[in-house]
T-cell receptor, first 113, second 114 residues
Framework: DQQVKQNSPSLSVQEGRISILNCDYT??????FLWYKKYPAEGPTFLIS?????DKNEDGRFTVFLNKSAKHLSLHIVPSQPGDSAVYFC????????????FGSGTKLNVKP | NAGVTQTPKFRILKIGQSMTLQCAQD?????MYWYRQDPGMGLKLIYY???????DKGEVPNGYNVSRSTTEDFPLRLELAAPSQTSVYFC?????????????FGPGTRLTVT
């Protein structure tokens, strides 16, 4: 029973354009959402997060949007750069059980020069 | 700070062998975690620890054991390795409640059981 889903295994974008990575979840009780970025042969690294009480969080080129009614979040990268090419995972947690991360299966982003 | 370190980076085991995956962190985090990642899948939690001497099962604990004798170290033990345990294993740590929920990950151990 996968509670967090990333339905696009891969995404290809031209350098300088916007990348939009999507994530859907099934449990409306999640309190917090995080995006991680992973390069080959490395561990995931934290990118950006958003609390369930917000609908947007921005950090430089990265913005995460949360639509609670649709149980959907998205990560926007503007402008995309070749160094952004990586696998992106979304994750969700409950504040009361924050040790347990529910990860999506990841989306592989390829930014073409 | 070295962050979260894992050894070995790669290992090939024969069915039935045992091994210990090492994990250490130097950030004084109370919380530590072990995940596995299978191809095309997200990370699944194997075990976690909220402090020295305290461990608990995650989503996929069967076939694994852990111990936490110090704040810094959180080894994962595989007994009687099976092909189904072929995976990439990640260790992570975090501050815990009241701080950022962010988990910091090690570089991973790629394990093949044949």
């Amino acid at each position: 029973d996968q509670q967090v889903k990333q339905n696009s295994p891969s995404l290809s974008v031209q350098e300088g354009r916007i990348s939009i990575l999507n994530c859907d979840y099934t449990n409306s009780m999640f309190d917090y959402f995080l995006w991680y970025k992973k390069y080959p042969a490395e561990g995931p690294t934290f990118l950006i997060s958003i609390s369930s009480i917000k609908d947007k969080n921005e950090d430089g080129r990265f913005t995460v949007f949360l639509n609670k009614s649709a149980k959907h979040l998205s990560l926007h990268i503007v402008p995309s750069q070749p160094g952004d090419s990586a696998v992106y995972f979304c994750a969700a947690i409950y504040a009361d059980n924050f040790n347990k991360f529910y990860f999506g299966s990841g989306t592989k982003l390829n930014v073409k020069p | 700070n070295a962050g979260v370190t894992q050894t070995p980076k790669f290992r090939i085991l024969k069915i039935g062998q045992s091994m210990t995956l090492q994990c250490a962190q130097d950030m004084n985090h109370n919380y530590m975690y072990w995940y596995r990642q299978d191809p095309g899948m997200g990370l699944k939690l194997i075990y976690y620890s909220v402090g020295a001497g305290i461990t608990d099962k995650g989503e996929v604990p069967n076939g694994y054991n852990v111990s936490r004798s110090t704040t810094e170290d959180f080894p994962l033990r595989l007994e009687l390795a099976a092909p189904s345990q072929t995976s990439v294993y990640f260790c992570a740590s975090s501050y815990g409640r009241g701080r950022s929920y962010e988990q910091y990950f090690g570089p991973g151990t790629r394990l093949t059981v044949t």
